[in-house]
């Protein structure tokens, strides 16, 4: 299993020897360091946890994170679930991660967390088209309309109802996705289309 944490930038356009266009996101990614590695025998599961983007002022991070962490300080700490124990091989504490792992062509998967939008109403959150414009309807534009009634539940509202509420702010995962282009040196990355988050944003890239 391959994976690496990442921040997300632009987009852009990469050309193929055959002339087609794909677009893609630009990506700055890694190094990460191994802060832990999770067995069955100690904790019930296999994973890596690794740290990602230096906090250059720990004091912004507790004490028990800096106990943790050796003295080290990062701004992200990430954890990924690893089904089989063997493929954490040969793995410690302290071992770097970088974009060498990966290579062009290779599928991904990207998760990320989607930009909040605050409280929406229901046109905006769930696509509703609204009241009529016509017929003497003057404020009902916008508004969801009747929520219950006999007709449907009862009479109660029921659950799972489409209703305006907080939207975005969500984590997402884009699945079959390309590597498109690295460059070691930038340390970027470009996938392929578009993926879920501000720029800025720290996303997950893992192996499909």
Known sequence: MKFILARKGRMTQIFQEDGRVKAGTVLTAGPITVTQVKTPETDGYSAVQVGFDVQNKPERLTKAVLGHL??????????FRVENPAELGDLTVGTEIGLDTFAVGDGVNVV?????????????????HGGRRTHGQKHSEREPGSIGGGGRAGGRVAKG?????????DRITVKNLEILHIDAAKGEIIVSGAIPGSPGSVVEITSK
């Open 70 to 79: 050796k003295g080290k300080a990062f701004k992200v700490i990430k954890e």
């Open 112 to 128: 990320g967390t989607s930009r909040g939008r605050g409280f929406a109403g229901v046109v905006k959150r769930h696509g509703f």
């Open 161 to 169: 109802l489409r209703m305006a509420g907080r939207m975005g702010s």
